[in-house]
């Protein structure tokens, strides 16, 4: 069983920077990918970034490659996602989950999942 917390969001201007983190508890937290997602009102749930274990991979959704950034610190069980020049439509809620399996950027692939937090970017 894992546990994943996030926490780091919020109200931020277009253009602005945020980071959020994502900490776990539980199973060896090293060996799991780790991915971010988000889901917009009455919108889907979207991949943004994954991230291997080890941290030698990493994959981003078109929108916001070049603009964030995913990262880990096994060492703090915590795994990171920059976000810098952001949009309006960055505006969402962002969870981190947990594959102890594959890389992938599937949602429905995750097996465990944070409770998410809001991130709201003004114009």
């Known amino acids: 069983q894992v546990q994943l917390v996030e926490s780091g969001g919020g109200l931020v201007q277009a253009g602005g920077s945020l980071r959020l983190s994502c900490t776990a508890s539980?199973?060896?937290?090293?060996?799991?990918?780790m991915g971010w997602f988000r889901q917009a009102p009455g919108k889907e749930r979207d991949f943004v970034a994954v991230?291997?274990?080890?941290?030698?991979?990493?994959y981003y959704a078109d929108s916001v490659k070049g603009r964030f950034t995913i990262s880990r610190d096994d060492a703090k069980n915590t795994v990171y996602l920059q976000m810098n020049s952001v949009k309006p439509e960055d505006t969402a809620v962002y969870y981190c989950?947990?594959?102890?399996?594959?890389?992938?950027?599937?949602?429905?692939?995750?097996?465990?999942w944070g409770q998410g937090t809001q991130v709201t970017v003004s114009s």
């Open positions: 989950a947990a594959d102890f399996y594959t890389l992938t950027r599937r949602a429905d692939d995750y097996d465990y």
């Open positions: 991230i291997s274990w080890g941290g030698g991979t990493t």
């Open positions: 539980g199973r060896t937290f090293s060996r799991s990918a």
